[in-house]
């Protein structure tokens, strides 16, 4: 590479990885963000359930059936966990699902886009590492099954429908012990997403707060009896 050269780097989010990353090889960069202030599309509706991580997959059969989506990306934390939702929603939807990502073979990767854009398969299960380069006008409904750790994930993921001024639906799985996780969503997006109840379904136990818990009973004070007296008659 030349000295005297001008180095863009290009990055659809920036975590501290990438941050870092830049800071080493940059020289002086100027940080320019091409984000919107409400970087998420109007023309998405967007909702959560609150929902107990062993609830999640009788919770999404019944949001499938209620939204009957077009086309659906269902978005999961790990490959491991595409990977047996792919085969549960397989035995309930027979060619309808398929789960992909980055450990799949590459042909096997491009049969299932291709299938995907000709319409024929109606929910893919992916990753974020493969779900930004999904680019399919038809998809309706955007499922985090996980929400993202990478809170900048969130507007990437539900950014795959709502295209070409179509309307598209957004709709989370929130666990109770995510509630921070959320917030941080709301205000990165600045705006406050509603939640969303399945009617004649409980999604999560409520918890309770330690201060709400009813108090045990006190335990019974047992103080020392006074000694009997005895008299023997002779």
Do not use: W
């Not at 096997?108 to 929910?123: E, H, N, P, T």
């Not at 136990?205 to 330690?210: D, F, G, Q, T």
Request: glycine fraction near 6%; hydrophobic fraction near 35%.
């Amino acid at each position: 590479m030349p000295r005297e050269r001008q180095t863009f780097l290009l990055s659809a989010t920036l975590p501290a990885p990438v941050l870092r990353l830049a800071q080493r090889y940059m020289h002086d960069p100027v940080h320019i963000n091409l984000s919107p202030a409400t970087p998420t599309v109007e023309s998405i509706r967007q909702s959560f359930y609150t929902v107990d991580e062993e609830r999640k997959f009788e919770l999404l059969l019944r949001v499938l059936v209620k939204e009957r989506p077009r086309q659906c990306i269902i978005f999961t934390q790990r490959k491991r966990t595409a990977d047996r939702l792919g085969l549960k929603l397989q035995a309930k939807l027979p060619g309808l699902a398929e789960p992909m990502h980055g450990d799949l073979p590459q042909p096997q990767r491009d049969r299932i886009m291709k299938s995907f854009r000709a319409g024929k398969l109606c929910i893919l299960i992916a990753t974020d590492v493969v779900g930004r380069g999904i680019d399919v006008t038809n998809i309706s409904h955007i499922i985090n099954y996980d929400l993202p750790e990478d809170i900048e994930n969130y507007v990437h993921r539900i950014g795959r429908t709502g295209r070409m001024g179509m309307d598209g639906i957004a709709i989370s799985f929130v666990t109770p012990e995510q509630g921070q996780t959320l917030t941080e969503i709301e205000m990165a997006i600045n705006k406050l997403i509603d939640e969303e109840r399945m009617p004649n379904f409980e999604a999560y136990v409520p918890r309770v707060k330690a201060e709400e818990a009813p108090k045990p009973a006190p335990l019974p004070v047992f103080g020392r009896r006074p000694a009997k007296r005895y008299s023997r008659r002779l």
